[in-house]
């Protein structure tokens, strides 16, 4: 970039390194900005010097991160432009500024052909390095076919066709149909016997493109790869400017191994030989050294190498010199080194005849598991799963549940997961395994899902010989004064059913078993209770004749919760005491439960549906997913939970709760949210009735009647209730509609929050919902306070985001039981990327007792928490006021039907709402200016300036001019404003019986153009 003799252009760089502050910087630029705009709409008066000096302080603007919305006709024009300097200007910065979607570059296309088809060759790179940094179809029809014939071009310098290989390589992804398969794969093979190294690197990224494809077509590529590979293991022929550090072209060896991992194998022998001798070469030549860069270039060839050895299935003699190798590398102090030596041999044991040789390794493998690094711990928790059988499974899990007493939070589940398909896949006997899911469920109780205790209770079960020793095992556990929940389930269903197998023994009596198990609960929740009484029920029909004692102990604990809240608990109550009063018959009624039918275990299969570990996949499989990953991308503007896209959501519009519509099973039950919330499927089929989908927000709501009510979620008001706004937000599912009824007004709560960082956002009867957020630039975080108000659980507690375009929110795990009287806390991560003024809406749902409540709340992530208030000084407004000129930065409207405010109160309402009031600025004392500074991903830290001219005759009308130097956030933020000075009537309920006549509204809310636009 030669800037030599461009003063203004070198001033502009100083004067904005000069600057103290983001302010400063900002104000600098946007003067700037209005510079170059009055300068370019005097086109004609322009020097090709001062236009090539002022695209170039556009491209600097644009690189310092501020948005260049104008300017680019000017750039696209350089390009046409005779001399090389004004050309490189405007390819530079039009490769820069544009993507492949705009329009002007339409206009360019003819230009690029002309130079890419020309005989100057500095043109030409232009040329190509454009067409290749943007692409696109367009691009790809019209200028394929010149770019093909400069690369098989024999006249072309090697600069020049090397750049067109690149190139067609980005046109090939975007549109494969660009190279015609029949007629390019001999000019391919031709193209590998090049010997400038250059050009041969470009051409075989393009070959890897081209096979991952179709391979069938290559196969004449494929002796030349090795050639090529042989050429660079021997060091023949390479210039010392390909040679880093010794090595020979790393990048095009490892280009070279990953194509050849595309063909299926290598069917000559003399190739086979051949390719064989370099692997071994790469293999030998390879060691650890001290010097890092020259340690990453030799690992990356080796690891390639290892790739292609087990892709092309070599001998045995050859698999145990790379394992061999791969074990030196998992003791080396080098982290990567370690991490992508583990990883390389979990892949290895897919391989037929190299587990024995990796078994070597074990003791150095378990050391892995102590690495400071989480990353090198996974891939050797992975390598110990993939690698244990009979023969080493005792010493594997023994180990990892020693490991599991320190093992990160992060990796406990996963740990105990595999731990117990370990120890059920290679149990040496039934005992063993016993004993280990129990010191699993004592180490990390909180760790382990249900299907690993509902097994082990499987196998006992299914055991004759193993009921005593496990009944045995469990009243072990249960002597500890503190064990886990799950501890207390699995111990009290083994006692309840095999407890009496050991009466005989001192301790073992059925009143000291129900001691125990009744001891530990008072510490349990309502999901073990049941488990409880049934163990109870067992113990007490074990003992017949019953003890009158024990009977009356065990019937008072089930009249007790014959009036429990919880319909389980209640049944089995009430059930578990009537029949206990039918003396005998009772031990044919709860007679030990019968062996359960053999089938796949659940941990195995939940294993096998969610392995997707590269070990578990083979080389070219994993090649093609990188492939297909730097291809062409079409975008899904669907969501990644698979509901469709929602409609953008504005404070001021309608809110449509959508239907989730998810194709998946009839027989699937829930599905699963990416932030880890479980949600039901709605089993009613999508409403037709797009209105009464739509649930009123902030103010406009529509004209009276525009909401249809539905018959499953009617609603009513009567004095003292909730609004209809506020019961229309609740929607209960079944015919316990309108049950729960909220706790003061949504609406008003939605609207304090707007203005403070902290507060209730939703309350009823059951529950209530706090906010406490922090805002800081673009950025925001919310703490989401769940408390339960009752004596009871609530169960089902599902939560999901439905955010609008503009934001990107991410929710944290929600907990789907909140126990009696706690409080929950569910953190909410939230990033501004442009201006708009939709909400994002809490779709929230709760079971209590037999009733489910759906509730949907905006949350107060608004446009105004994104603004920081800032002091303008008459020297910095007047010249910013003055640079945005017209629209649409500049936006002016004459607003009516404002709400009479004196002008203090109207200036602590843009205070309010971070708008800060600048006085002094405007001599009419009837007129306000504020100034605030908007944060998003896309603006930045945008100036806003807000100008009120008032009437003292009539205040329910003013004129406002808003300007920033975004079009967007200009438009947004004067509605937003609007919003808050206008008075618009909320729409009433369509009235069940005779209605009151309507309160007299503003003129202007009756027009149907506003309220249209409002909707908008």
């Not at 510079?35 to 310092?64: A, D, H, Q």
């Amino acid at each position: 970039m030669a800037l030599s003799g461009m003063r203004g252009l070198s001033v502009f760089i100083s004067d904005v390194r000069n600057c103290q502050n983001k302010e400063q910087e900002r104000l600098r630029v946007d003067k700037e900005l209005g510079n170059v705009r009055t300068r370019f709409k005097n086109e004609k008066g322009l020097s090709p010097y001062e236009k090539k000096k002022y695209v170039w302080k556009m491209l600097y603007i644009y690189m310092l991160g501020y948005d260049v919305d104008f300017g680019h006709m000017e750039a696209v024009s350089l390009i046409s432009a005779p001399k090389y300097p004004e050309k490189q200007v405007g390819y530079i910065v039009t490769a820069c500024l544009l993507n492949e979607n705009h329009d002007f570059l339409r206009l360019a296309i003819n230009t690029v052909r002309n130079d890419i088809i020309g005989r100057n060759e500095t043109f030409q790179c232009l040329a190509l390095t454009l067409v290749g940094n943007i692409g696109g179809r367009e691009f790809a029809e019209s200028l394929a076919a010149d770019v093909q014939k400069l690369l098989i071009s024999s006249s072309c310098r090697p600069l020049v066709r090397k750049k067109a290989a690149l190139c067609l390589l980005r046109l090939y992804r975007k549109n494969p149909d660009v190279v015609n398969v029949d007629g390019w794969a001999d000019r391919m093979a031709q193209l590998l016997d090049e010997r400038d190294l250059g050009v041969l690197t470009s051409s075989m990224s393009l070959l890897v493109a081209l096979v991952s494809n179709n391979h069938e077509a290559y196969w004449s590529c494929l002796p030349k790869c090795v050639k090529t590979l042989e050429r660079l293991a021997r060091n023949q022929d390479i210039p010392q400017e390909y040679t880093y550090y010794g090595i020979p072209s790393p990048w095009l060896q490892v280009k070279t191994m990953r194509a050849l991992q595309y063909f299926p194998t290598v069917e000559d022998p003399n190739t086979r030989r051949s390719l064989f001798e370099v692997l071994q070469r790469i293999l030998m030549g390879t060691d650890v050294v001290k010097n890092v860069n020259k340690n990453n270039a030799s690992h990356a060839v080796l690891f390639e190498a290892l790739a292609l050895v087990m892709h092309l299935d070599a001998e045995k003699e050859m698999m145990s010199q790379c394992v061999a190798l791969l074990g030196k590398f998992i003791a080396v102090r080098e982290p990567n080194i370690r991490y992508l030596g583990l990883e390389n041999m979990t892949r290895m044991l897919m391989v037929t005849d190299v587990q024995d040789i990796i078994k070597r390794h074990q003791a150095q493998i378990i050391t892995s598991l102590k690495d400071p690094d989480i990353s090198i711990r996974r891939r050797a928790l992975d390598l110990l799963y993939g690698m244990c059988d009979v023969s080493n499974a005792k010493d594997i899990v023994e180990e990892l549940l020693q490991y599991l007493s320190s093992a990160d939070f992060a990796m406990r589940e996963e740990l105990s997961l595999k731990a117990a398909i370990l120890a059920e896949k290679f149990a040496p006997d039934l005992s063993w395994y016993v004993d280990v899911i129990l010191q699993l469920i004592d180490k990390a109780g909180d760790f382990v899902s249900d299907d690993i205790w509902f097994r082990v209770v499987q196998f006992v079960t299914n055991n004759e010989d193993l009921q005593s020793y496990a009944a045995a095992k469990a009243r072990e556990y249960l002597n500890k004064p503190a064990i886990h929940e799950t501890m207390v389930k699995v111990s009290a269903y083994i006692l309840g059913e095999y407890g009496h197998l050991l009466a005989r023994r001192p301790g073992y009596s059925p009143k000291e078993l129900f001691t125990i198990i009744h001891e530990k609960h008072p510490t349990v929740s309502t999901s073990t209770i049941p488990i409880l009484l049934s163990s109870y029920a067992k113990i007490l029909m074990h003992t017949q004749p019953p003890e009158p004692e024990l009977q009356n102990q065990i019937w008072t604990i089930f009249n007790k919760y014959e009036s429990c809240i919880d319909v389980e608990i209640q049944q089995r109550a009430a059930e578990y005491f009537a029949l206990s009063r039918k003396g005998a018959s009772l031990m044919d009624i709860l007679a030990e439960m019968p062996k359960f039918p053999e089938r796949q275990s659940a941990l195995i299969r939940k294993a096998e549906d969610a392995e997707v570990d590269t070990a578990e996949q083979s080389a070219i499989k994993l090649r093609a997913q990188q492939q297909m990953s730097t291809a062409l991308v079409v975008t899904d503007q669907r969501p990644p939970n698979g509901m469709p896209a929602q409609p953008s959501i504005g404070p001021l519009s309608l809110v449509k709760v959508p239907s989730e519509t998810v194709d998946s099973n009839p027989g699937d039950q829930g599905l699963t949210h990416p932030n880890g919330v479980v949600y039901k499927e709605d089993p009613q089929p999508p409403s037709q009735d797009i209105i009464g989908d739509l649930l009123g927000t902030l103010s406009i709501e529509g004209p009276p009647g525009a909401v249809a009510q539905s018959p499953q979620s009617a609603t009513y008001e009567a004095e003292g209730a909730p609004s209809a706004a506020d019961a229309a937000a609740l929607v209960p599912v079944g015919e316990e509609s309108g049950s729960v009824q909220p706790i003061g007004n949504i609406n008003e709560r939605f609207y304090a929050l707007c203005l403070k960082d902290s507060g209730v956002l939703y309350e009823d009867p059951n529950i209530q919902i706090g906010i406490k957020a922090e805002w800081r630039a673009h950025q925001g975080r919310l703490v989401l306070f769940l408390g339960n108000k009752n004596t009871a659980s609530l169960g089902s507690v599902q939560a999901l985001i439905l955010p609008p375009t503009h934001l990107k929110m991410e929710l944290s795990l929600v907990p789907e039981t909140i126990p009696p009287r706690a409080q929950v806390q569910c953190p909410l991560e939230v990033m501004n990327l442009r201006p708009s003024r939709d909400v994002a809406v809490l779709d929230f749902s709760y079971k209590f007792g037999p009733t489910m409540v759906n509730v949907k709340l905006r949350l107060p992530a608004v446009l105004n928490k994104f603004l920081q208030p800032i002091t303008v000084s008459p020297e910095e407004f007047f010249p910013q006021w003055r640079s945005l000129s017209g629209p649409p930065l500049k936006l002016q409207e004459v607003v009516r039907g404002v709400r009479p405010l004196p002008l203090p109160e109207m200036a602590n309402l843009f205070n309010t709402y971070r708008l800060t009031v600048c006085p002094g600025l405007d001599p009419n004392p009837n007129n306000l200016v504020a100034s605030t500074t908007f944060y998003s991903e896309t603006t930045r830290a945008m100036l806003c300036l807000v100008r009120i001219e008032t009437d003292p005759a009539d205040r329910t009308q003013l004129r406002m001019t808003v300007a920033s130097g975004d079009p967007t956030l200009t438009f947004e933020l004067k509605e937003f404003i609007k919003e808050q000075l206008v008075s618009i009537p909320t729409a009433p309920q369509r009235p069940q019986g005779p209605a009151a006549p309507p309160p007299p509204v503003a003129p202007a809310s009756q027009d149907p153009g506003a309220l249209l636009a409002g909707l908008l």
